[in-house]
């Protein structure tokens, strides 16, 4: 049972373009939801996280909204630049006491076309 | 600059063999991590690690095993390769304090098990 869901497994966008990456969630404990992206045969790297008690963090291109009555966050990239093809997972941190794992979306692969 | 190492980044080996993985974070970090990613599968844990010497299973833990007896390696067995075991590793390392959520991965071990 996927507790954070990815719905959409590619998007495609044009360059200069924003992109929209959406993420579900059902667990209502989670404390920090977090945006990893991964480029072939490389391992992820962390992008940019939220608190739980926050609605929107930006770090430049990089913004990430969360809506908790609807448990549903997304990362919008402007403007989508060719280097930002790669696939980002969504992930989901529990609460403090149990803080070491985390939970993972499928995946959404974005390419965007110059 | 946090660093995490995996052995090899290629791997090809026999039905039944007896396959290690091995990984090293250079940040000191307490919580180490492997998962192995597939196509449309996203990313599972397989095996983590809070201590030297401690682990926990992941989700999907069944023909493999673990060994953590030093603070910065972590290793993965494969007791048995099997076909199905072919994917994508991925180690990676977290610290259990600020910013828990943001976790290290090495550039991953792409075995093949033929």
């Known amino acids: 049972d996927q507790q954070v869901k990815q719905n959409s497994p590619s998007l495609s966008v044009q360059e200069g373009r924003i992109s929209i990456l959406n993420c579900d969630y059902t667990n209502s404990m989670f404390d920090y939801f977090l945006w990893y992206k991964k480029y072939p045969a490389e391992g992820p790297t962390f992008l940019i996280s939220?608190?739980?008690i926050k609605d929107k963090n930006e770090d430049g291109r990089f913004t990430v909204f969360l809506n908790k009555s609807a448990k549903h966050l997304s990362l919008h990239i402007v403007p989508s630049q060719p280097g930002d093809s790669a696939v980002y997972f969504c992930?989901?941190?529990?609460?403090?006491?149990?803080?070491?794992?985390?939970?993972w979306g499928l995946g959404t692969s974005l390419g965007v076309n110059p | 600059d946090v660093k995490v190492t995996q052995s090899s980044r290629y791997l090809v080996k026999r039905t039944g063999e007896k396959v290690f993985l091995e990984c090293v974070q250079d940040m000191d970090h307490e919580n180490m991590f492997w998962y192995r990613q597939d196509p449309g599968l996203g990313l599972r844990l397989i095996y983590f690690?809070?201590?030297?010497?401690?682990?926990e299973k992941g989700d999907i833990p069944e023909g493999y095993s673990v060994s953590r007896e030093k603070k910065e390696r972590f290793s993965l067995i494969l007791e048995s390769a099997s076909t199905n075991q072919t994917s994508m590793y991925l180690c990676?390392?977290?610290?259990?304090?600020?910013?828990?959520?943001?976790?290290?991965f090495g550039p991953g071990t792409r075995l093949t098990v033929t």
């Open positions: 690690s809070y201590d030297v010497k401690m682990k």
């Open positions: 992930a989901a941190s529990p609460n403090a006491g149990n803080n070491r794992k985390l939970i």
């Open positions: 990676a390392s977290s610290s259990p304090g600020y910013r828990y959520y943001e976790q290290y």
């Open positions: 939220i608190s739980s």
